[in-house]
């Protein structure tokens, strides 16, 4: 997509950072990317089509609030519709990705990593320049691939609004 630099619409610690890409909105459609799967397989927005999609990006499953958002999506997936997916990207190698879902009992998110070309980074607008992490963001993609929900989280290790997540998954699966 495009090399875009919002520079302090992310922090850590407090301390400004660099976004790379664009601002997505609701209404807009949802940018392809290449991310790889646990088995090192390539996956593309295309390959999650049909389903309404509950897509986080994290720093790292490797630090206590991803730890904790990760596991709460997790848990709340149970209560989801078949036609949701819940899906989870980060940095991590897919050998790290994996590993940490086996320890944490995740079994309900799916988890790509978006380290061999941070393409989801870049096109969803959440890749921090100075540390090459993906920023905290939470996106709702309906079955026809446009964004219902939007939240990037300004401060890295701030937690997303569970609720305003949960809210716009419930609204696309009572119609």
């Known amino acids: 997509m495009s090399d875009i630099e919002r520079h302090g619409d992310v922090t850590f610690k407090s301390e400004p950072l660099t976004a790379v890409g664009p601002v997505l909105k ?45 596991r709460r999506f997790n848990k709340e997936a149970v209560s989801f519709s ?15 990705q994996k590993r940490w879902c086996a320890v944490a009992g995740v079994d309900r998110v799916r988890t790509l990593s ?20 993906l920023q905290r963001a939470v996106f709702v993609v309906d079955k026809d691939d ?7 989280v300004k401060e890295i290790g701030q937690e997303p609004n569970y609720y305003a997540a949960l809210n716009a998954i419930k609204c696309l699966t009572d119609v």
């Open 114 to 133: 978006d380290h061999r070309d941070a393409s989801f980074g870049k096109n969803w607008g959440v890749l921090v320049k100075e540390l090459r992490l």
């Open 82 to 96: 078949s036609d949701v997916e819940v899906i989870t990207i980060s940095m991590d190698l897919p050998f790290a």
């Open 146 to 152: 446009t964004i219902r929900y939007v939240e990037y």
């Open 26 to 70: 609701v209404g807009d459609k949802a940018p392809d990317f290449k991310a790889l799967n646990n088995a090192l397989e390539v996956e593309t927005l295309a390959s999650t089509r049909g389903k309404i999609r509950l897509i986080t990006s994290v720093p790292s499953l490797d630090t206590p609030v991803c730890d904790t958002e990760t």
